[in-house]
């Protein structure tokens, strides 16, 4: 059966909770479970050796979002007023999970957060706020129940995203970010924009399966199954690649 590692974000201890906690939504579980997959959580850790013995357990990687951004000096810049929370334990853990996970040519999925801190991964920037930076930018953080879209992404044809979707050009989506991707990193192109010229989607066309989606497909996927397909793409792709090794 396949694994995919999913990365967790951190709750800090607080009054009638004595210890920090990982935490991850059930959602994101139960998505990669209905792609046939098993799902293996992901605590933090710092050593490089113990970050490549989970790699070896692993076929295929899923970073997750979070309530939080990713810091500015990773991009070469200074945090400005609009920057929100950083969690610098679980950006540095996911960069190297990233970066080892590229080394070994692992499947690779971001979702939200996950997608900007891969962009980050490549050398690339990203819009601080967007509300702030981008000019005639829509709200793209949905006053309602993020089980339900909000915008349209227009896919680029022919790219990977496009395959996961059924060779679709457009996608209804929920959206809960403020920052985006600015300059995609190098060797990444980017599938998918929404209307205002956000960027919701990136990827890597040289690699068997990279890519980076800035909503959430795991909250959508019960009733929409072209969000469940991101899933099943990623899980098809880390049974090739294992089947070929």
């Excluded at 066309?205 to 099943?232: K, M, N, T, Y």
Aim: glycine share 10%; charged share 20%.
């Amino acid at each position: 059966m396949i694994v995919v590692g999913l990365t967790v974000d951190l709750e800090a201890a607080a009054k009638g909770r004595p210890a920090d906690n990982y935490v991850l939504r059930v959602p994101y579980v139960k998505w990669v479970q209905r792609a046939g997959a098993l799902a293996f959580m992901l605590p933090y850790v710092s050593d490089r050796a113990h970050v490549e013995a989970y790699l070896d357990r692993l076929d295929a990687l899923v970073v997750t979002g979070g309530y939080f951004d990713v810091p500015a000096e990773l991009y070469g810049e200074r945090s400005g007023a609009r920057m929100g929370t950083i969690k610098q334990s679980r950006t540095d853990f996911e960069l190297a999970l990233i970066r080892g996970a590229i080394d070994v040519r692992m499947p690779i999925l971001g979702v939200c957060g996950g997608m900007q801190l891969l962009n980050v991964a490549y050398g690339g920037t990203l819009h601080q706020d967007i509300l702030e930076e981008i000019a005639g930018a829509k709200e793209h953080e949905q006053g309602v129940d993020p089980r339900k879209t909000f915008h349209a992404v227009d896919v680029l044809e022919g790219s990977r995203l496009a395959a996961c979707l059924g060779g679709s050009s457009n996608i209804e989506v929920n959206s809960t970010h403020h920052q985006a991707v600015k300059r995609p990193g190098e060797g990444l192109i980017v599938s998918g924009r929404s209307p205002d010229g956000v960027i919701e989607g990136i990827e890597d066309p040289s690699r068997p399966f990279l890519l980076g989606v800035q909503w959430h497909p795991e909250l959508l996927a019960d009733e929409h199954p072209a969000q469940q397909s991101i899933c099943g793409a990623l899980v098809e792709a880390a049974l090739a690649a294992k089947t070929h090794r």
